[in-house]
């Protein structure tokens, strides 16, 4: 919703009204009344969010259901993350156990940091001086809330530390130059099961599931963001990790996609995922291969494969000027997964019933 009143606003109806409502939106997520729903991030933030990762101690120490419990904030800052935040009577407590308040996911930043650029695309300065994010602390103590007074916010700094949370966020072989010290390679067998490599993508929310639907909406407002608001993440200093953000889902959605009626819509168990809580880089060494779930012809999936052509098609307009050849591909495939859709008109959860668990 914040997205589209900006894009409204973009094109000249109700400028200044939808910007005023977008700033105290963003305002009242980062603490204006007091309390961040952030982590890491603003005014009393969550230190207790429900993230298996973030929630477990260094190796070797053994990481399971008693860090779950721990007591004492997370070992780890999510620094970014935005929590499921408060009821319809406005309570929130920072409990680690409630995973309907406290949860972390992809899509609840993706909207958060869309906006977030397109009002630093309206606001080119942070306090009349130019943007300058300085440091976000990823281990406690904090040592930077970037924030500016109360309404009056460092939406770059703000930018960066979403950012994080998605680097946070990675499964698969992590690159060399990784932000998010605490993290290492996972799920390295992702599609041994069916002879494919699914490796690589994001876990969706506190757990260790890769739901391809939620993950390809993502992908579609973190591309639109770009698309839109290039010249924002240009000032925030995030127009090559914005990209590589991006770039990490979609390019995992080609892997998923192995042929024009065939897409991988989810690796792992929810059920069994559920019923563990520690590292992603431990479950090679404790539990089986991972299951993998597809949709084909047999009945389809059009939710899931229409929005996956939708995330290829948003990052191909993302990608056109940087990598056209990567942004061709990506066309490609957005094309066939649209066909997909079209031709086999059904709900995904018939061919991956899992994901309703």
Known sequence: FLIQIQKAAKVGVNPEAYKKFS???????????????????????????????????????????SAMTNPGPNPHILTGAVVGGPDKSDAYADKRDDYVHNEVAMDYNAAFQGTLAALLHLNAKFNGKPIDIGPVATVWPITVSPVGPKGNYNYGAVIHASLLFY?????????????????????????????????????????????????????????WSLVDYEDAYEKAGELENVRNAIKWGTDYFLKCHTSDTEFYGQVGNGNEDHAVWGRPED??????IRPAYKVTSAHGGSELTGETSAALTAASLAFAKSDPTYSA??????????????KYRANYTIEIPDVKS
């Not at 591909?329 to 079209?342: E, N, Q, V």
């Open 329 to 342: 591909t990506l066309l490609t495939h957005a094309k066939s997964l649209y066909a997909f859709a079209d």
């Open 167 to 223: 680097e946070a966020q990675r499964s698969g072989k992590l690159p060399a130059n990784k932000r998010v010290h605490w993290r290492g390679d996972s799920m390295l067998d992702d599609g041994k099961d069916v002879g494919k490599d699914l490796t690589g993508g994001y876990f969706d929310a506190g757990d260790l599931v890769k739901f391809g639907f939620p993950m390809a909406f993502t992908m579609t407002v973190l591309s």
């Open 283 to 288: 479950w090679p060494k404790t539990k089986k």
């Open 23 to 65: 700033e105290s939106q963003i305002g009242y997520i980062l603490g204006d009344t007091g309390r961040s729903f952030v982590v890491g991030v603003g005014v009393n933030p969550p230190v207790h969010p429900h993230h298996r990762a973030s929630s477990c101690p260094n190796e070797p120490v053994l990481c399971d259901y």
